[in-house]
């Protein structure tokens, strides 16, 4: 009897493929999965802009240097590396960054299903990336109210881009309150902070309005407006001219001076956030230092090379 000739490729497949798949079954596996893809995305997007946070993250959330005494093999902060994942794929998702997975006909369907998902006392079958990452995040800390203010933020965030419309400067406050302020009041949280988000109120409208000004020219070339509308009408541009034109259009002298202003107010908010942090505990104190540093030290570059 003749055996059937199997090429040892042939045979590695039958072998490994089974192994293959269920590790893919493991919950921790596809969120490692996941998040790795994403990585990988972020690092070939904007080389430089997310090695640091995400390599953070990542230590935060598996390492644990009291591991061998406390016998939890578990990071400080286990749910954190998929709480900035999970929020940092649904922003790309409403800037335009990323496209959105083919099960959802429109961003609008996506967050409808994320939101329906949180009212669930049990998560979902999970079936996509974003819905996969919201169970996991919900497994590892309970934060259902954030994440529903952060989802409604993403929400105005992107209907806003794809209408062009010029928001004030209340509905950008209210708008830098939720799309900032959930995020963080989530990471503070999984971190096992004592801050409360009263505390680091200024945080979430100091990286608002100086990222608004630090994107200034990409966001206008995609057609995203973030100059407030009084300043606008101050300086008699309309948004046609503004998209067409970013590089001379923000040499206007109202925008200008509201760059100006921006740059002042952050360096006082700078300031004060630090020296709040001097009263919190040694995580938030990490944690505002990490943001905070490199939005002062940003603005003094610009100032002195003004």
Not at 191 to 204: K, N, P, R, V, Y
Not at 234 to 242: I, P, Q, V, Y
Not at 283 to 295: D, E, M
């Amino acid at each position: 009897m003749l055996l059937p000739y199997i090429t040892m490729e042939d045979l590695a497949r039958r072998l490994l493929d089974p192994c293959l798949q269920w590790l893919k079954s493991r919950p921790e596996v596809r969120e490692s999965l996941i998040i790795s893809g994403q990585k990988y995305q972020l690092y070939s997007r904007s080389p430089g802009k997310y090695e640091a946070i995400t390599t953070a993250l990542f230590l935060l959330s598996t390492f644990n240097p009291l591991y061998r005494l406390s016998h939890e093999p578990k990071g400080i902060a286990p749910a954190i590396e998929v709480a900035y994942h999970f929020c940092r794929m649904i922003d790309d998702f409403a800037d335009g960054d990323a496209p959105i997975p083919v099960e959802f006909k429109d961003f609008s369907a996506l967050i409808t299903s994320l939101k329906a998902q949180l009212r669930h006392d049990q998560a979902t079958s999970a079936n996509t990336d974003p819905e996969f990452l919201l169970k996991r995040l919900l497994y590892k800390m309970d934060c259902r109210e954030d994440l529903d203010t952060f989802l409604d933020a993403m929400k105005v965030e992107h209907d806003k881009r794809t209408s062009g419309e010029v928001f004030t400067r209340e509905a950008l406050e209210k708008l830098y309150n939720d799309s900032f302020g959930a995020p963080h009041r989530v990471a503070f949280a999984a971190l096992g902070s004592t801050a409360s988000g009263e505390s680091i109120q200024d945080l979430f409208q100091l990286q608002g309005r100086l990222y608004a000004v630090r994107d200034l020219i990409p966001e206008l070339s995609k057609g995203i407006i973030f100059i407030p509308k009084e300043v606008m009408d101050e300086s008699g541009l309309n948004k046609e001219t503004l998209v067409q034109y970013p590089e001379e259009s923000i040499k206007n002298p109202a925008i200008q001076k509201w760059i100006a202003e921006e740059y002042e107010y952050g360096l006082k908010v700078c300031g004060s956030l630090m020296e709040s942090a001097k009263t919190m505990n040694w995580i938030a104190r990490g944690v505002i230092s990490f943001l905070v540093n490199p939005i002062e030290t940003r603005i003094k570059v610009q100032l002195a090379t003004a």
